[in-house]
Structure formats: C-alpha cells, structure tokens
C-alpha cells in the first residue's frame, strides 16, 4: 500500500490541476512557480507516475492526473466544509422536521425560504409520510402530527383549527352550469382515505340529503387529491389552506358557500430531549407565527 503523499504537494497538485497552470497554482498559493514545480515533481516521484504534461505554456493533466485530482480536490472540499462548520464562528445548526406529505408540500414548503431568510445559519431537513402517527425515531427534532392533540409525549403546539371547502377542476364547474350543487359534484368525487365521512357531514351542514351515488376515484392523502382533480376533473372536500394556492392559480375552484369544521388539528409535537435546543425553538416560533389562530397547548 502506498504510502500517502504530504499535504503540501496535494495542495499544489489540485491548484495547479484546477488552474491548468503552475504559476497561476503559485500566486494562489503565495509560493514560486519554481516552489509549484518542485512540489509537483515530488509528488509524481512519490506517486511513481507523470500526472502533468508540461507545455510551452502552461500544463495539462495526463488521464491519471485527471483520475486523482477528483478525489484529491473532494477531499479538500470536505476537510474546509467540516472546518468551517465545526469550528467557525457561528456554527450551523439543524432541524429535523417530519410532517405529513400533503402539510410539508402545501403549507411548509412555501414558506420554507422565510425561515432561511430569518435563520441562515439553521439548516432544515423534512422527511414526510402519508399518516403522521407518532414515529419512533429518535434522529427526529420535530413532528407535526394530525389529530386531536391528546398524546402524551413531547411538548405539543396547536397550530390551529380548520376549515375544509368543496374544490373541483373548473371544466366540472363549467359542464355542470346551473346544476352545479354538492349532490352534483358528489358523483365525481374524490375520497380521501381516513376522511370519509366528511361529505356525509358537508351534506348535514347543507341541510341535504346524501346521494347513493358517489365517485370511485380514491386518494392517500389531501396532496394526491388535488393533483388528481386538478390535473383533469373531480371534486374533493380538503382544508381551505391546502387548496388556497390551486383556487387562487386558477387550477381549481370552490364554488359552494359552504365550509366544514374539520374535527382534527395538525399539532407540532417537539421532543423533550430537544425542545430546549434554540434552533428547535426557532423553528416552533416561526411555524406559529404563521398560524394567526394558533393556541399552545400542553
């Protein structure tokens, strides 16, 4: 095994191989090009292999050159990313966010580049899943749940009550014309899984009685939903916040007066082993200040 070559002839290898040039690799360096060369020569002996062909002006990398100067510049990349973020004055911090995959997309995403702007040396990382049960991981910093907010670990944050509204592909609307009404609509409905019940409760808000005949189409989740309805035809009941963008796109419309108490809550569950961290705590207060109508509980 070949032993590994001093640092100071790699630094002048990868300059050189980036530049293309010994003395531009020297004034980078604050070295002489005759101090580039030598370098350069020492290591190639070390190495036993020509990794630079000399030319009248400048140089260029031979096909081994090129191979090493890959890894070698990498591990310089590596060695000043984890310099800088270990022992620089303001060190980055992390937060590790899981939420459900229809919140993260349509109400965290949009507004994730206001968290960097306010917090740039906070480094978020969200996972998602399609049911926000309780996970055992340990990795995770924070959760943003779906339910009623009665668990018994962590610190719990209500981040508001909502809302849900009748959207549809404004070509229904439009072939529907002056039939349009929520029985209407129910026929080209979209169910979502775990959330069937709530055009059952729509039709009692509206004082209506519920049709037999119902849509076939079904989804996972608020997300795959409106991307289905919006992608061709269909109606779905999904909270205001999630479908506000696609209604104010013009990719969907609400065409019904009609609104529905949504008996669960999204809640952002911090653990205790991390609720104290300042970036844990940044993050809580940046995600309510975006709830107008939140509440803290626990």
Known sequence: MATLPHVTWLRAFESAARNASFSAAAEELNLTPAAVSQQIKLLEHHL???LFIRLPRGVALTDIGHAYAQPVRKSFAD??????SLFSSKRRRTVRVHASISYAALVLAPHLWSFHHAFPDIDLQMTTAVWTDRIEDETID???RFGHGDWQDGDIHHLGHRL???VCHPALASSLGKTLSLATLYRHAVQIIGSETDWAQMFTIAGEDQPATIGTMKADSSLIALQIIAGSSG???VSEEFSRR???QGLLVSPLDLRLPLARSFFLVMRETTSQRSEV???RDWLLSLQPSASLSG
Do not use: K
């Open 48 to 50: 036993g292999a020509q």
């Open 79 to 84: 060695m000043q990313q984890a310099t800088n």
């Open 142 to 144: 924070v959760e943003i």
């Open 164 to 166: 849900a509204e009748v």
């Open 235 to 237: 109606a779905a009941i």
């Open 246 to 248: 696609y209604v104010e």
């Open 281 to 283: 705590v940044a993050f």
